[in-house]
């Protein structure tokens, strides 16, 4: 491991000349001959019954090439999890941004003007936008179908006996904390391109993370359009930032598909700014009891949790968070007795999806914040609590995961050393200390039936290498860390390597970005590709040089004899031999890693990752008693990732995770009332700024995971996950008060000092 | 349709078009004349992805109507190089891991730009200043500063 060349090294990312010199293009810069532009009209209400839908003056537009509606979807056609979303809605409208019509037009202009002809009329519905209110028995019904507005899910893990647990602990804590909706706030918006071949085969371009399953949702949308076993093709442009939302597909892409098939010519839709905030899915809003004890010696005996999700109309990938939250309820830190119960709601509002974390930095929150509240009451120090009860090497934990390599301790050390802990606690001067530690996935998650990524390898006449791979970047640099595997394996510098990643037609299967799975997994499957290329490299040239393949070595792109070092060849010119034979051949090697981790059981029982990624976030604040204002003065992010492949953009990775994870503990908030989004713009959802930007010192532990490529975990999402309530429990410190409602805004913190006063 | 003659000058080369009375320059620039690299990504001035300069000084070509600027001189991010090399800027936010997404890049160094052709040797704190009208999800703003600090040291 020691003379390692690329792996390890600070590289800038392959793709950054292309985004550095504004060459690079999203789907906002696709453009096929024939365009036209498509658009959609959602509803005005969040409840209400459409009474009249009239579109005549809109196909009447010169310009306008087709409005569709409800009626020109097959007719039993429903996407999203629960398979409960008409891409197009007739009858009654259950959100805000039910879509209720779309156009195509020649010019965007054009299409906008065709939606303002189109006449609705409502008769406006009473709605439900209190999970609470909606879980009500005799509650109304959000769809009609359904018994209950309770999600048929059945989240409940059972680990233990917490009952018997609460009677023999020495200390026990119980309190509610509450979390808001925040949105991706990716800077490329949403978007695509539908086009149809003259054999009704669809390509798709798109921004999507899930390009294979995206290939199978789109197929299926085919089979209802009565285009039974056409192909899907999809072709992603550069993807401007994802962050989860990108899990799943969307209404507007079935519209989009629907346009083009009416049309036969390419349809584009890319989302305004203001359509991102309201029509896209944002983190759930969760409210969460929870419940700890521990002994006298600060051993935990139990953690106890019931939470309520805000599911919103319809479902997505949001719905299933709860499978993530488990990971943290039953596995953050030594506890023997768990319970988790989450309730997924349908109320009016918006519907959800993942965002970076899937529910940990919601369940963290609850977690990390009631642990401080546990060591207040045990006497004990919070840090030194969490000393007493880390997780380490070699543990099995209640919900049977098995944890590999683990440096929670010595992230845990890094933030006492770091924080100056001891020196700064307890002062009771406006400023405090608080900290919060975190666990996730960090060797893939199986939550699919394959949790798999493919790698292909073809050597070209001249010594370069393509690599197509199944794995999507979003931004976060996987390209890189794959071409720097390959780089290190076959012993070539990292600009002979191509990264090939955007393309069904060519690219292997994958899942998908998400779990911070990227590195881990579509790293090891570009690990076996590479080594069954060296493979076939060193036989070939040991041919050609008369040498025991055993015997050779490649380096910068030469083969050469570890015996005899006059024995080389360039790597190009031995392809080209091997190539221009006489029953010559080309080298190409496939590889397709899927990691050997476990589905859940029916008690969400099962060791869901192959290696787990651990963190402690530790902060120091300022609060202005007068204004209610938190200054960060210090910020200091251990992670343990395992080995860092590129610690250039692992720190990226770090520093903004970390700024997203400070957004949401201090400022954004969707504001909904009634359904309605009251702030879907950059000016009233602050998203941090350059001026937002604390001291954030980022450390990195190395544990060197046995499964990992060259010891690597994910760093995807940890960095935002223990956040907030590290930042919660600093303040704490710092003047007494604790907020348990996210965001932490000035408002709260003066409205609870004035409460502790009186 | 009514369309308005204008002339601008972009990236160097003077170009004559006729564009509609209300269009964006950063519509003129995508849509007309293929200069991809400036991003809409909110189209009310609230983001800075749009970034562009007008006589050297950095502004929001979301906001900008085309026929108000006839006359102007616009640099995009395609008319940074010089000398067929790449901007000091653009190599430092390559180097040192300024990009992620790329989405608000162009708008960045186009904001960093505008920083620098009024102060050579900006400190920490105007940098930070400067690109705090910008929006960038991805990265934290850390190796952006530090790419802006790289730059201008170079240039020095
Ligand atoms: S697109 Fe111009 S400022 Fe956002
Ligand atoms: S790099 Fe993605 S928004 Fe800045």
């Known amino acids: ?758 | 349709m009514k369309t308005v003659k204008v002339t601008i000058n972009v990236n160097n080369e003077k170009i004559k078009l006729q564009v509609k009375p209300y269009e964006t320059l950063l519509e003129t620039l995508r849509e007309r004349l293929a200069l991809t690299g400036a991003k809409e990504a909110c189209s009310l001035g609230s983001c800075g992805s749009c970034t562009v300069l007008l006589n050297g000084t950095p502004v929001r070509s979301c906001l900008i109507l085309t026929p108000e600027v006839d006359g102007a001189s616009i640099t995009t991010i395609e008319g940074l190089k010089e000398d067929g090399k790449l901007h000091p800027l653009q190599e430092a936010f390559m180097e040192k891991g300024a990009v992620q997404c790329g989405f608000c890049t162009s708008g960045m160094i186009m904001t960093a730009k505008g920083l620098l052709n009024r102060n050579k040797k900006p400190s920490r704190a105007e940098i930070i200043k400067s690109i705090s009208s910008n929006i960038c999800r991805c990265t934290g703003y850390k190796k952006i500063v530090e790419a802006v600090e790289e730059a201008s040291k170079k240039m020095a």
Not at chain 1, 180 to 208: E, I, K, R
Not at chain 1, 214 to 231: I, S, T
Not at chain 1, 721 to 726: E, F, I, K, S
């Open chain 1, 1 to 758: 491991m020691d003379n390692l060349k690329v792996v390890g090294k600070k590289i800038p990312k392959i793709d950054a000349p292309l985004k550095a010199t504004g060459a690079a293009l999203y789907i906002q810069d696709v453009k096929i001959p024939g365009m036209l532009h498509g658009k959609i009209l959602y509803s005005q209400y969040p409840h209400a019954r459409i009474i009249k839908l009239d579109t005549s003056k809109a196909e009447k537009l010169p310009g306008v090439r087709a409005v569709v509606t409800a009626k020109d979807m097959p007719p039993n056609f429903r996407i999203g999890i629960m398979k409960d979303n008409p891409p197009l809605k007739s009858g009654k409208v259950l959100s805000i941004r039910d879509e209720i019509a779309a156009v195509a037009a020649t010019t965007p202009e054009i299409a906008e003007e065709a939606l303002s002809l189109i006449e609705v009329e409502y008769e406006e519905l009473p709605g439900i936008f209190d999970p609470l209110e909606a879980m009500k028995e005799g509650a109304m019904l959000i769809h009609e179908e359904a018994k209950s507005n309770i999600l048929k899910m059945p989240w409940r893990l059972i680990c233990g006996d917490v009952e018997k647990a609460k009677q023999e602990s020495a200390y026990i804590v119980e309190d509610t904390f509450s979390t808001q909706w925040v949105t991706h706030c990716c800077l490329g918006t949403s978007g695509c391109v539908a086009h149809f071949d003259m054999h009704n085969n669809l390509t798709m371009y798109s921004n999507t993370q899930i390009p294979s399953l995206a290939q199978n949702d789109f197929v299926e949308a085919l089979n209802a359009f009565g285009l039974k076993n056409r192909r899907v093709r999809i072709i992603q442009a550069v993807i401007g930032g994802g962050f989860g939302s990108k899990l799943d597909t969307y209404a507007y892409e079935y519209i989009a598909i629907l346009l083009a098939l009416k049309t036969r010519k390419p349809v584009k839709i890319i989302f305004t700014r203001e359509e991102e905030f309201f029509a896209t899915s944002p983190r759930q809003c969760t409210i969460t009891k929870i419940s700890h004890g521990c002994d006298k010696d600060g051993r935990l005996t139990f953690r106890d949790v019931e939470m309520v999700l805000d599911n919103g109309a319809y479902t997505s990938w949001g719905a299933t968070t709860p499978s993530v939250m488990m990971l943290p309820i039953s596995s953050l830190y030594k506890v023997p007795n768990v319970r988790y119960i989450a309730k997924c709601v349908y109320t009016n509002n918006t519907y959800c999806q993942a965002m970076r974390g899937y529910g940990n930095p919601q369940a963290t929150f609850a977690i990390e914040s009631s642990l401080d509240q546990l060591a207040e009451k045990a006497g004990i120090d919070p840090l030194e609590l969490r000393r007493i009860n880390a997780n380490e090497p070699g543990e099995i934990t209640p919900q049977r995961f098995k944890i590999t390599s683990c440096g929670m301790k010595e992230c845990i050390e890094e933030v006492y050393k770091r924080l100056n802990w001891k020196e700064k606690r307890g002062k009771d001067n406006g400023r405090g200390v608080g900290m919060a530690s975190l666990i996730h996935v960090g060797g893939g998650a199986r939550v699919y039936k394959s949790d798999g990524c493919g790698t292909i390898i073809k050597m070209d006449d001249f010594g370069k290498v393509d690599v197509f791979t199944g794995a999507s970047d979003i931004g976060q640099g996987s390209d890189t860390v794959i071409a720097q595997i390959v780089a290190e394996v076959i012993g070539i510098p990292i600009e002979d390597v191509n990264v090939i990643n955007n393309d069904t037609d060519i690219c292997p299967w994958d899942v998908g970005v998400h779990a911070s799975r990227t590195t881990f997994v579509a790293g090891n499957a570009a690990l076996g590709a590479a080594r069954k290329i060296r493979e076939q490299i060193l036989e070939a040239a040991g041919k050609i040089l008369d040498e025991d393949p055993a015997d050779l070595d490649i380096k910068d792109g030469m083969v050469f004899s570890t015996k005899n070092k006059e024995k080389s060849t360039p790597l190009g010119k031995a392809l080209r031999k091997i190539h221009y034979t006489l029953g010559g051949k080309m080298l190409m090697a496939e590889y397709f890693y899927d990691p050997a981790n476990e589905n859940f059981d029916k008690e969400f029982k099962g060791n869901l990752s192959v290696s787990y990624a651990y963190g402690a976030h530790g902060v120091e604040v300022e609060v202005d008693r007068e204004t209610g204002k938190v200054k960060i003065l210090n910020y200091v992010a251990a992670h343990d990732v395992g080995k860092a492949i590129n610690p250039l953009l692992l720190e990226g990775q770090i520093y903004g995770g970390g700024l997203q994870g400070i957004g949401y503990a201090l400022g954004e908030k969707m504001v909904y009332q009634n359904g309605r989004l009251m702030n879907g713009n950059f000016l009233d959802y602050k998203i941090p700024t350059a001026k937002d930007v604390p001291p954030i010192q980022p450390v990195i532990v190395e544990t060197d995971e046995k499964d990992g490529p060259f010891g690597a975990k994910g760093i995807g999402e940890p960095g935002l996950v223990p956040t907030a309530p590290a930042i919660a429990n600093a303040i704490y410190d710092a003047i007494g008060v604790r907020i348990k409602d996210l965001p932490i805004t000035p408002e709260k913190i003066l409205a609870a000092l004035k409460a502790k006063d009186k």
